[in-house]
């Protein structure tokens, strides 16, 4: 099974700055890498498949890069309703899996 | 609009059996992949199943093998998790995932989750 790590646990951020969240697979994944957003009660937005291709409706400040094993999203300048919880998670293999998340809280 | 409404989750005993629903519409349900995956209250996300197309090829997580089993109806536009022999470490909110791409696959929409307890 391939681990995905996440880091930070938790990043804290004022509004208007940037933000960069990295996840780290144990093993290659290629591009085949996501990035969900969840809001507090609410089920997994996606934000980022192929690793940096952004979803149906997703503003241009998210920004998914890397390949192999780094991976990094970038919200250029966060907005209030981007303080959530970020996933990555990787369909290169089976099972796939999930890193454990990012908070991005205020500053 | 694109909607999947899960359903069935309530609390049951351990060694007890449950079975979920997810209603799909606003798309051509036949023509997705589809899966299931669960978060434990406060915890990460975890896959869980999914099912090809035409309901014909199946895989799961190794922990749920032998105890869960996912199933389709395309003319109903509907997605099911029977779940047997539950366990403590099965309570999670469930959510009805489909899936998107080509020889590869992420999740492209969720649904809100039916929360599944498992207690005595």
């Known amino acids: 099974e391939i681990v995905m790590t996440q880091s930070p646990a938790t990043l804290s951020v004022s509004p208007g700055e940037r933000a960069t969240l990295s996840c780290r697979a144990s093993?290659?994944?290629?591009?085949?890498l996501a990035w969900y957003q969840q809001q507090p009660g609410q089920a997994p937005r996606l934000l980022i498949y192929?690793?940096?291709t952004r979803a149906t409706g997703i503003p241009a400040r998210f920004s998914g890069s890397g390949s192999g094993t780094e991976f990094t999203l970038t919200i250029s300048s966060l907005q209030s309703e981007d303080f959530a919880l970020y996933y990555c998670?990787?369909?290169?293999?089976?099972?796939?899996?999930f890193g454990q998340g990012t908070k991005v809280e205020i500053k | 609009e694109v909607q999947l409404v899960e359903s069935g989750g309530g609390l049951v005993q351990p060694g007890g059996s449950l079975r979920l629903s997810c209603a799909a519409s606003?798309?051509?349900?036949?023509?997705?992949?589809m899966s299931w995956v669960r978060q434990v209250p406060g915890k990460g996300l975890e896959w869980v199943a999914n099912?090809?197309?035409?309901?014909?090829?199946?895989n799961y997580v190794d922990s749920v093998k032998g105890r869960f089993t996912i199933s389709r109806d395309n003319a109903k536009n509907s997605l099911f998790l029977q779940m047997n022999s539950l366990r403590d470490e099965d309570t999670a909110m469930y959510y009805c995932?489909?899936?998107?791409?080509?020889?590869?696959?992420?999740?492209?929409?969720w649904g809100q989750g039916t929360l599944v307890t498992v207690s005595s």
């Open positions: 606003g798309f051509t349900f036949s023509s997705y992949r």
């Open positions: 192929g690793a940096s």
């Open positions: 093993q290659s994944v290629s591009s085949n």
């Open positions: 998670q990787q369909y290169n293999n089976w099972p796939r899996t």
């Open positions: 995932a489909r899936e998107r791409g080509r020889f590869v696959y992420w999740f492209d929409r």
């Open positions: 099912v090809k197309e035409d309901g014909n090829d199946k």
